[in-house]
């Protein structure tokens, strides 16, 4: 009999997380929405676009963090929106001044507005300075293995390959590559950018990635927290899958029922 592979936390710069969906927080309604969506999916991590959220540096406006509490949920401050080594280090330096001394961060660095592809070059400087900086990056990245092995020897604490463009719901577009990520990785990986519906979700954990990051699929649904309540379900179900083992692909049909020692 074979050796049961059971479920083990999701551990991420040594903190352990029963949830494996993270959630972005941009794009609803209002703050309301924000809120129910984001207790909906069950995530535990939780990102912000530092250049495009109050978290408490303009008085005068809402505050996210008055429905995204750090008391309830781990907050990832990430770099969207910036299109240099600079401005990427700066923002993430920013959070950490706004947040207390807070040092996971999530680092992209894009390439052009158009695509919303990382330059990976740009990414690779500014994950070197951020970890000698003692930051906890988690990085996002393109589906070239080779790149997400380098990113992850330089020090990264999770690799966040796209699945397809970020906002595009197109789902995972070179499965093959994510699975070549995952076999070589020792950091997790978590996809990020392109899922679309819960079946890509499932797709992605059925890979074996070890988490799922969103937002747009989620928050431009016709009804955001109940697509909360199904991408949470889709991550449970494609993770149970991965340990249980799918059976292997066939050509040709194989009888359900056993056909040996029958009398007619």
């Not at 996971?104 to 990382?118: A, I, R, S, W």
């Amino acid at each position: 009999m074979s050796e049961m592979r059971t479920e083990t936390p999701l551990n991420i710069a040594g903190v352990e997380y029963n949830s494996r969906l993270l959630v972005g927080t941009g794009k609803y309604k209002d703050m309301q929405e924000t809120d129910e969506a984001t207790q909906a999916s069950g995530a535990q991590i939780v990102t912000i676009a530092i250049r495009r959220s109050n978290i408490g540096q303009n008085k005068d406006e809402p505050n996210l963090l008055d429905v995204i509490s750090p008391e309830k949920y781990t907050l990832l401050p990430n770099t969207a929106g910036c299109y240099n080594v600079a401005d990427a280090v700066r923002t993430c330096k920013l959070a950490r001044e706004l947040l207390d001394g807070h040092d996971l961060v999530k680092l992209e660095v894009l390439g052009d507005e158009k695509t919303l592809f990382p330059d990976i070059t740009a990414t690779l400087e500014a994950a070197e300075i951020l970890v000698k900086d003692n930051f906890k990056v988690m990085v996002y990245t393109n589906d070239d293995p080779i790149i997400a092995k380098r990113l992850e020897e330089i020090g990264c604490v999770a690799v966040m390959p796209l699945a397809a463009p970020i906002g595009s719901g197109l789902g995972i577009r070179n499965p093959l590559n994510i699975l070549t990520i995952v076999e070589n990785a020792s950091v997790p990986i978590i996809v990020d950018a392109g899922v679309g519906t819960a079946s890509d979700a499932a797709v992605a954990m059925e890979l074996g990635c070890d988490g799922v990051l969103m937002n747009t699929a989620i928050a431009a649904a016709k009804q955001p927290v109940l697509m909360a309540s199904a991408m949470k379900k889709a991550i449970e179900a494609g993770r149970e899958a991965y340990l249980a083992g799918r059976m292997p692909r066939k050509r040709y049909a194989s009888a359900s029922s056993p056909v040996d020692g029958l009398f007619f």
